[in-house]
């Protein structure tokens, strides 16, 4: 019997979030929004394809756009909310080990 089961009894497999592509991220926010357990934070994506942190003016001349990026990985229970409310399907999941 899987350890994880739904409140119904029902087997549940978590799948936890591993990464996110900044590439194939629009920074929308909509992952950060659902996400209750701050797995994720918004930093900035440099020319460079670093990913850097945010300035707190809004003058970031060296930041080519806005990504999501991980925060707290540990934090993550598995839920997938996240991937479902994602337009560009930029995140990597994977069942638990």
Request: charged share 30%.
């Amino acid at each position: 019997m899987n350890a994880f089961t739904t409140r119904g009894g029902r087997d549940w497999k978590p799948e936890y979030l591993l990464s996110i592509d900044p590439e194939a991220c629009i920074g929308c926010g909509r992952c950060f929004k659902v996400c209750g357990r701050d797995v994720m934070t918004l930093k900035g994506l440099n020319e460079d394809g670093d990913i850097v942190e945010l300035d707190d003016d809004d003058d970031d001349e060296d930041i080519e756009k806005r990504v999501m990026a991980m925060n707290d990985a540990d934090a993550c229970i598995g839920c997938g909310a996240c991937a479902r409310v994602c337009p560009t399907n930029c995140q990597t999941h994977a069942l638990a080990a």
